[in-house]
Nanobody
Framework: QVQLAESGGGLVQPGGSLRLSCAAS????????IGWFRQAPGKEREWVSS????????RYANSLAGRFTISKDNAKNTWYLQMNNLEPGDSAVYYC????????????????WGRGTQVTVSS
């Protein structure tokens, strides 16, 4: 059973930065699509970014305006989400997920999920 574990969340002031990590239990995920999602209280789970394992391409939600960057450390089998210039509206639980299929922004297409890490942006 594939396991994903997020870390790196916390409390940060507006304008600050955080780097989230998503560690995978199996190296067979190298060809998967890894996605980052977030969910704020009372809102639907929202796609943030994806790393496409087969070709290394990256996708981002248009609303992020270039503030977030997704990357992967092959040696550590870990994916990262670097978040800069954070805003209060970025506050949410952030999840990483893995899909065996093609890239998608829809949560239902992802096969494995982590438990999430809380990000709070507040002064």
């Amino acid at each position: 059973q594939v396991q994903l574990a997020e870390s790196g969340g916390g409390l940060v002031q507006p304008g600050g930065s955080l780097r989230l990590s998503c560690a995978a239990s199996e190296f067979t995920l190298r060809d998967y699509v890894i996605g980052w999602f977030r969910q704020a209280p009372g809102k639907e789970r929202e796609w943030v970014s994806s790393f496409i394992g087969t070709d290394g391409n990256k996708r981002y939600a248009n609303s992020l305006a270039g503030r977030f960057t997704i990357s992967k450390d092959n040696a550590k089998n870990t994916w990262y989400l670097q978040m800069n210039n954070l805003e209060p509206g970025d506050s949410a639980v952030y999840y990483c997920a893995a899909s065996r299929g093609i890239w998608s922004m829809y949560p239902g297409t992802y096969d494995f999920w982590g438990r999430g890490t809380q990000v709070t942006v507040s002064s």
